[in-house]
């Protein structure tokens, strides 16, 4: 049994709202009892638990435009206790969108979404049914019997989950259990639960999780718990994926506000893109041996994301020697993002000129590396879309497109951006960026200081054809020759 209150509390419903349930008999009367501790209210209204399984699905009716009266009809039929497994519509197919095992749980650890891997991963067979789900608790004994066939260290791995689920729930989670189970399992199940200490309570947890299996095998994963408003996400990636970037988001050490990952689908959002292309004096993959060429790549790439995340940036999908970085705005701080980006490009060009001198010791070769850099601002789409290997930030916009072309622009090693990220910056921060247009495009020798030129004015027609720059033949750009920190 559990209190009016935590039933208002776990539902979201006001007290009028219970009451009216109540009048409709879509729910029973409360037993009334006094209060376990003094100085409270002096009775309290006690409702069975699965009253708050009823209300959700009346919610969840009502959101389908049905009426009150509708629903009640819908209840008249059925038994005051609901049954054990309730077959509906899979209602979070985004799960299935994910590439490896997720579950999502209620606040009471109810199963109330899985995909086909976590299935696969934990239970070993289908117990969604075809294109429906079955409401399970997580600690039911059917599903632990599963984990026993399955694993020999399933205490182990019952026990990080009990933690988890310790914060949502009480003991009296075993008072629901099917007392026609095995008596054994549950002496165990609930001795379990009284030794395992809860997890400490804060949105996003990662530990590691080892799954050892009878046949001999064994596989390594990372569990993450995440919370959403409809309960506890939990997902299972392989220990091996590659998921700082998700893990910095998620944990707040990252400028990207948590909505935009939250969100389940792309959204219109104001950022700053800084796209960056190597250029060397001759091709890299004929010049260097294969096992050299991916030792030379991997180290700037990876130099750039670190880049990327110290300058508060978002990293990009990476393409053979490029990548792009998003610039999110600051709450309070609006030029703040576009800012950081100059710095940025200043500190990936000192970061190149050490790896070309390194590898110039190293390989005892001629050739330079230099770094060419576009930055644009304005507003693209900006979603998250899963890899076999992480998950990914994704623009889609001219934004992005005519950053990236800025960077082709680029030539020699120079950092070019759009006249939109001067014009934004606040005058304290245009105080401390030196910029022009060269004599020439890359003469040495300077028109002005503080001039801005249309790309199409600085090539002829041919040149802008030939180096495919029609796009951003009318974005007025000007090039960074200096940033003051």
């Known amino acids: 049994m559990i209190s009016s209150k935590e039933v208002m509390s776990r539902t979201g419903i006001s007290r009028a709202t219970l009451n009216n349930y109540i009048g409709m008999d879509l729910i029973p009367s409360p037993s009334v009892r006094p209060p376990e501790e003094p100085g409270g209210p002096t009775k309290i209204g006690f409702f069975p638990e699965w009253v708050v399984e009823r209300i959700e699905k009346i919610q969840q009716l009502k959101g389908q435009g049905m009426r009150m009266a509708q629903i009640a009809m819908h209840f008249m039929d059925e038994d005051t206790e609901p049954p054990k497994a309730i077959e509906e519509p899979l209602m ?3 799960l299935d969108q994910i590439v490896f095992p997720a579950i999502l749980v209620s606040r009471s650890w109810e199963i109330i979404g899985l995909n086909s891997v976590a299935e696969e991963l934990l239970v070993g067979e289908n117990i ?12 039911d004994p059917s599903l632990i019997e599963k984990l026993q066939d399955r694993f020999v260290n399933w205490k182990e791995i019952l026990t990080f989950h009990m933690k988890l689920a310790k914060r949502d729930v009480g003991a ?4 629901s259990l099917n007392r026609d189970e095995d008596s054994h399992l549950l002496i165990q199940l609930r001795q379990l639960w009284d030794e395992t200490e809860m997890a400490p309570s804060r949105p996003f947890d990662g530990q590691t999780l080892t799954v050892k299996y009878h046949h001999g095998g064994a596989e390594h994963y990372t569990l993450l718990s995440w919370a959403l408003p409809e309960g506890t996400l939990l997902l299972y990636p392989p220990a091996s994926m590659q998921l700082g970037q998700m893990l910095e988001l998620l944990t707040g050490r990252t400028k ?11 959204s219109p959002t104001s950022l700053c893109i800084l796209a960056v292309s190597l ?8 010049a260097l041996s294969p096992s050299a060429y991916f030792d030379l790549i991997n180290q700037i790439i990876l130099g750039w994301h670190r880049c990327f995340r110290e300058h508060g940036a978002t990293p990009g999908r990476s393409c053979t020697e490029g990548s ?14 576009l800012f950081q980006s100059l710095l940025c490009a200043s500190a990936l060009k000192s970061m190149v000129r050490e790896i070309d001198r390194e590898w110039k010791s190293k390989q005892t070769w001629k050739n330079t590396l230099r770094v060419n ?10 979603g998250m879309m899963p890899s076999p290997s992480a998950f990914e930030f994704t623009v889609v916009g001219d934004t992005l497109v005519e950053a990236v072309k800025l960077s082709e622009f680029s030539q020699g090693g120079t950092i070019w951006v759009s006249k939109e990220v001067i014009e934004n910056l606040s005058p304290s921060n245009r105080e401390r960026v030196e910029f022009g247009i060269r004599l020439g495009t890359y003469e040495e020798g300077f028109i002005r200081s503080g001039l801005y030129s249309l790309v199409r004015e600085l090539f002829s027609e041919d040149e802008l054809k030939r180096k495919g720059l029609q796009d951003i033949g009318n974005l007025a750009v000007t090039e960074i020759l200096n940033v003051l920190t």
């Open 279 to 286: 250029e060397s004096e001759f091709h890299l993959r004929t």
């Open 256 to 266: 990207v506000p948590k909505p935009t990952f939250f969100r389940k689908t792309s």
């Open 128 to 139: 969604r049914g075809l294109g429906s789900q079955v409401r399970r608790r997580f600690l």
């Open 92 to 94: 979070y197919p985004w």
């Open 172 to 175: 009296e989670i075993f008072l």
């Open 324 to 337: 792009v970085c998003f610039f999110l705005e600051v709450p309070g701080r609006e030029d703040d993002h």
């Open 373 to 382: 850099i576009g930055i644009h601002c304005g507003r693209d789409w900006l």
